[in-house]
């Protein structure tokens, strides 16, 4: 095993052992996997708590001590960090205004309406119903 795969988020932030978000600084405590796939479940597990986040895969060779060894340009600098960003709100990047045609006015199409259809009414039956004799039941009560 020559290399393991690591966890960082767009904080520049790596998933420790604990499942905490870390600067990295301790290679130790870091969570680390010899196998992809294991590395991949643990970042939907990771995802799931925190859906904000996005989460990458960092392939990353040992040390002697068997320590996985970050890159210097995928630690946060010190200057960079300004709390924890998970707790801190972030206010969202302002959109340029742009026009929206789902909001704006669109005149109708002229049309001329049809005529409908003219349907000549049915005619009346023929037949009436029979009616039940009123003489018969009269005689028989």
């Given at each position: ?101 789902e909001l704006e006015p669109q005149p109708a199409p002229e049309i001329a309406p049809e005529e409908a259809p003219e349907v000549a009414p049915e ?19």
């Amino acid at each position: 095993m020559s290399h393991v795969y690591v966890l960082t988020n767009q904080h520049q932030q790596f998933l420790s052992k604990s499942g905490e978000w870390t600067d990295g600084r301790e290679p130790n405590k870091l969570f680390r996997s010899e196998h992809k796939d294991v590395a991949i479940n643990q970042m939907f597990e990771a995802n799931t708590r925190n859906v904000s986040l996005r989460i990458e895969l960092l392939l990353c060779e040992l040390s002697i001590k068997g320590q996985p060894q970050i890159p210097e340009e995928a630690l946060a600098s010190t200057e960079d960090d300004q709390g924890d960003p998970e707790i801190a709100p972030s206010t969202p990047e302002e959109m340029p205004e742009q026009a929206t045609p789902e909001l704006e006015p669109q005149p109708a199409p002229e049309i001329a309406p049809e005529e409908a259809p003219e349907v000549a009414p049915e005619p009346a039956p023929a037949e009436t119903p029979a009616q039940p004799d009123e003489n018969k039941s009269e005689s028989a009560a």
